[in-house]
C-alpha cells in the first residue's frame, strides 16, 4: 500500500485540464532534470488490427501528435495486434517493459482483477459522455488510477465508442424466452449475463464471425456498431439487427505508458503524451459519430431489419448485470469503485434525462 | 476568392487528427523556417467573464498546457470580457491583431455574416458529439474555415456546454398559448423564434437577470443550465425550471487565431495550440457533464419543478426556427453550409435515435 500511495500522489496531481495535470513539471518524481529535447523512439503495442481503423487508429493519431509536438524527436511507432505481442498481452507487456505503451481495453484483463472492466465499460454502466465526466473531473481517475499502480502503468482515456449495437440475429427476439437456446457470439461480461438468461455463448474471433453465421453455427453475434459490422458484411448473413448494445453503453479504449518509462521523459514530453492522448480519445468518438450515420443508413436501405430488444430483455439483463457486478464487492478495492461508479450513474442519469434526451428523442421523433 | 481559396488550401490540410493537420509542417506556407523555439507572449481575449469558470476556463487549460508543451516559453495570456475589449469585438479584435487570440461563441457575429451562427449552434442544430463528428470528421471544419477566412482568422473548436436548459420560469407553460405576452430573457436566434410565438423577448445581460426575475419585471429567462444557473441563484426568484434549451442543443465555444500571427509560429507551437484546443473543447463538456448532474439533483431536492415544455411548444418553436434558418439560404455560401448541416443532423439523428438513445432512455426510466 505504501508504494501505492507513493504512486498516486505522484501522478495523479491537482485537477487543471483533464486531469492531465498528472505531467505538470515537479509532480513527477523524475530521477534528473533534462535538458535539451532527446531523441527518443518508443513501442506502442496496440490490441487491434488494423482493419479495425477507428480505433486502431487512436495509437496512430497520438504517435503522429507527438512527433509534431516534439519536432520529431519523440517518436511512437505503434505495432498492431500479433506484430510484437499478442492482442490479449498488452497489458503484461507495458508492465513488464516490453513496450512503453499500450492502447488496449482493459477489460480484456478482468482475469487479473475484475475491477478493470470499469476502465472500459460494464453492462449499463456509463455512456461516453458520462465516463468523460466521471474521470476528467468527477474522481474516476483517480481511482483507475491507483489500480493501474499495481501494474506499473499509467494509464490514459483513449477513445470510446459510443453505444455499440446489439449485435445480428437470424432469430428474432421478441420475449426474454427467445434467448433460450440461442447460439450467439458474445464476449465478456456481455456473455455472462447471455449465459444466465439462457444463451448458448460462443467465444469466436472477428474473422470468424461472418462465415459462422453463414452456414448457421451461430444464430447471432455482436461486434461494435453500423461502420465496423457493414465493413464485415454481416448483413449478408443476418436479417435482424438488433439494439441498444447494452453490455457495451460507452466502451473506453485506454493508453498504457510504463511507469518506468514515463518517468525518464523531460516535462514536455510527458505534456505531449498527456494531451495526445485527450485529442485521440475524442478523435475516436468523433470519428465513430461521423461514420456510423451513413453506415446505418446504408444498412436501412439495403434491407436490414433494425429492432429494438423488448423491454422484458432489457429489464432482464439489467437485474443479472446488476447481480454479476454486485458479486465482486467482496473486494473493498473493487466496492469502492463499484460505489462511487454506480453513485455518478445515477445522478448523471437524472440529469441527461432531462434536456439532453428529451431535445435528441424529439429530433428523432419528429 | 482566390485569396479564400489559397488560405483554405493552406489551412485545411488532410485529415489525420481532427482536421488539426492543419499545421502539420510544410501545409503552412511560413515565411521562414524558424530554428530554436522562440519565447513568445500572446493575448487572448475572451467574450466570457471569470464567473463562467466552466466556459471561461477552457481558454485557461488552453493556454496552461500550451506552456507546459513548449517548456514555458510559449505564454498566451488570458484575458477576461472587458479587461482588453469588450465581450462582444473578439472577432474584431483578433481580426485587427489587436489580440493573436479570441475565445468566444461565434453567433455573436451573426450581424457580420449569419452563417456564423453554424459555428456554435442554431435552433434544433446537432448535439455536442453530433458537432464534433461534423466538424473534425464530417466536412464541417472546411466549410467554417472558409468562413472564417474572410476575417483572417483560423477557428478551432473549443468547448461545448451540451444541450442546456430551457429557463426559469414564474409562469406555467401548458401551451402555445401561454408563451403569448410572457417577458422573457432571452438572446440570439431563440429570441427570435421566441417572438415570433408571441414571446415579448428581453434583453438583459447575465448579472441583471436575478433581480429582474426578483421584481417580476420579467417572467421568465434562460441562461445556461443547473451548474451555472444554480450560481446565479435564480431558483429563488422562479419556481419552474423548463427543458429542453432546443434553442441551443449543444453551444460551441471557439477558439480565434489570427491568420498572421499563425504564420509567424514554428511548426511545433502550431501544433501546440491545435492540440491544446482539441483538449480543452473535450475538457468542457467533461467538466459540464461532471457538474451539472450534482447541480440538478440540489435544484429538484430544494423544490424547484422540472418541467418538459409541451409537445405543441416544440412543435411550433421547430417549425418557426426552421423558416427562420431558411430566411438566408439566399447567399449561397450560407447555403451550402445550411444543407450541409441538415444533412448531416438527418443522417446523425437516424442513428443516435437506436442505440445510442434507447439505452439513455431505458437508463433513465428504469
Not at 467465444?203 to 464471425?209: K, L, T, V
Not at 435482424?240 to 485506454?254: F, K, T
Given at each position: 500500500m505504501q508504494r501505492r500511495n507513493f504512486v498516486k500522489a505522484a501522478v495523479l496531481?491537482?485537477?487543471?485540464?483533464?486531469?492531465?495535470?498528472?505531467?505538470?513539471?515537479?509532480?513527477i518524481g523524475a530521477p534528473s532534470v533534462q535538458t535539451g529535447d532527446p531523441s527518443l523512439r518508443w513501442r506502442l503495442v496496440s490490441s487491434f488490427s488494423r482493419g479495425l481503423d477507428t480505433i486502431f487508429g487512436a495509437a496512430e493519431v497520438l504517435a503522429e501528435r507527438v512527433s509534431h509536438l516534439t519536432g520529431g524527436r519523440f517518436r511512437i511507432l505503434v505495432y498492431p495486434a500479433g506484430e510484437l505481442v499478442p492482442a490479449f498481452e498488452v497489458l503484461e507487456s507495458v508492465q513488464k517493459g516490453t513496450a512503453q505503451m499500450g492502447h488496449t481495453a482493459s477489460y480484456y484483463y478482468i482475469g487479473k482483477n475484475p475491477a478493470l472492466a470499469f476502465d472500459t465499460t460494464v453492462p449499463f454502466g456509463l455512456t461516453a459522455r458520462q465516463f468523460n465526466g466521471w474521470v476528467y473531473h468527477g474522481g474516476g481517475m483517480d481511482l483507475l488510477r491507483s489500480l493501474f499502480a499495481d501494474y506499473n502503468v499509467i494509464n490514459f482515456p483513449g477513445g470510446n465508442t459510443g453505444v455499440q449495437m446489439g449485435g445480428w440475429f437470424n432469430r428474432e427476439v421478441n420475449a426474454v424466452s427467445d434467448l433460450r437456446g440461442l447460439s450467439m457470439r458474445i464476449p465478456g461480461m456481455g456473455g455472462r449475463v447471455m449465459d444466465r438468461l439462457g444463451v448458448a455463448v460462443q467465444q469466436i474471433p472477428g474473422g470468424e464471425i461472418y462465415p459462422a453465421l453463414e452456414r448457421g453455427a451461430i444464430d447471432a453475434a455482436e461486434w461494435v456498431g453500423p461502420y465496423d459490422d457493414e465493413k464485415l458484411g454481416f448483413a449478408q448473413v443476418a436479417r435482424y439487427y438488433y439494439y441498444p448494445g447494452w453490455w457495451e453503453p460507452g466502451a473506453n479504449l485506454s493508453f498504457y505508458v510504463s511507469r518506468a518509462a514515463w518517468n525518464q521523459l523531460p516535462s514536455h514530453y510527458q505534456h505531449a503524451v498527456a494531451v495526445a492522448a485527450a485529442e485521440a480519445n475524442l478523435d475516436m468518438l468523433s470519428r465513430y459519430d461521423a461514420v456510423n450515420p451513413a453506415s446505418f443508413r446504408r444498412l436501412v436501405e439495403g434491407g436490414t431489419e433494425v429492432r429494438a430488444f423488448p423491454r422484458d430483455v432489457m429489464d432482464a439483463a439489467f437485474a443479472s448485470a446488476e447481480a454479476l457486478l454486485q458479486e465482486g464487492t467482496a473486494d473493498p478495492e473493487y466496492a469502492k469503485i463499484f460505489d462511487a461508479y454506480t453513485q455518478w450513474r445515477q445522478d448523471a442519469t437524472a440529469w441527461f434525462g432531462t434536456s439532453e434526451q428529451t431535445f435528441a428523442d424529439y429530433m428523432h421523433g419528429h
Amino acid at each position: 500500500m505504501q508504494r501505492r500511495n507513493f504512486v498516486k500522489a505522484a501522478v495523479l496531481g491537482s485537477s487543471a485540464g483533464l486531469l492531465l495535470s498528472s505531467c505538470a513539471p515537479g509532480d513527477i518524481g523524475a530521477p534528473s532534470v533534462q535538458t535539451g529535447d532527446p531523441s527518443l523512439r518508443w513501442r506502442l503495442v496496440s490490441s487491434f488490427s488494423r482493419g479495425l481503423d477507428t480505433i486502431f487508429g487512436a495509437a496512430e493519431v497520438l504517435a503522429e501528435r507527438v512527433s509534431h509536438l516534439t519536432g520529431g524527436r519523440f517518436r511512437i511507432l505503434v505495432y498492431p495486434a500479433g506484430e510484437l505481442v499478442p492482442a490479449f498481452e498488452v497489458l503484461e507487456s507495458v508492465q513488464k517493459g516490453t513496450a512503453q505503451m499500450g492502447h488496449t481495453a482493459s477489460y480484456y484483463y478482468i482475469g487479473k482483477n475484475p475491477a478493470l472492466a470499469f476502465d472500459t465499460t460494464v453492462p449499463f454502466g456509463l455512456t461516453a459522455r458520462q465516463f468523460n465526466g466521471w474521470v476528467y473531473h468527477g474522481g474516476g481517475m483517480d481511482l483507475l488510477r491507483s489500480l493501474f499502480a499495481d501494474y506499473n502503468v499509467i494509464n490514459f482515456p483513449g477513445g470510446n465508442t459510443g453505444v455499440q449495437m446489439g449485435g445480428w440475429f437470424n432469430r428474432e427476439v421478441n420475449a426474454v424466452s427467445d434467448l433460450r437456446g440461442l447460439s450467439m457470439r458474445i464476449p465478456g461480461m456481455g456473455g455472462r449475463v447471455m449465459d444466465r438468461l439462457g444463451v448458448a455463448v460462443q467465444q469466436i474471433p472477428g474473422g470468424e464471425i461472418y462465415p459462422a453465421l453463414e452456414r448457421g453455427a451461430i444464430d447471432a453475434a455482436e461486434w461494435v456498431g453500423p461502420y465496423d459490422d457493414e465493413k464485415l458484411g454481416f448483413a449478408q448473413v443476418a436479417r435482424y439487427y438488433y439494439y441498444p448494445g447494452w453490455w457495451e453503453p460507452g466502451a473506453n479504449l485506454s493508453f498504457y505508458v510504463s511507469r518506468a518509462a514515463w518517468n525518464q521523459l523531460p516535462s514536455h514530453y510527458q505534456h505531449a503524451v498527456a494531451v495526445a492522448a485527450a485529442e485521440a480519445n475524442l478523435d475516436m468518438l468523433s470519428r465513430y459519430d461521423a461514420v456510423n450515420p451513413a453506415s446505418f443508413r446504408r444498412l436501412v436501405e439495403g434491407g436490414t431489419e433494425v429492432r429494438a430488444f423488448p423491454r422484458d430483455v432489457m429489464d432482464a439483463a439489467f437485474a443479472s448485470a446488476e447481480a454479476l457486478l454486485q458479486e465482486g464487492t467482496a473486494d473493498p478495492e473493487y466496492a469502492k469503485i463499484f460505489d462511487a461508479y454506480t453513485q455518478w450513474r445515477q445522478d448523471a442519469t437524472a440529469w441527461f434525462g432531462t434536456s439532453e434526451q428529451t431535445f435528441a428523442d424529439y429530433m428523432h421523433g419528429h
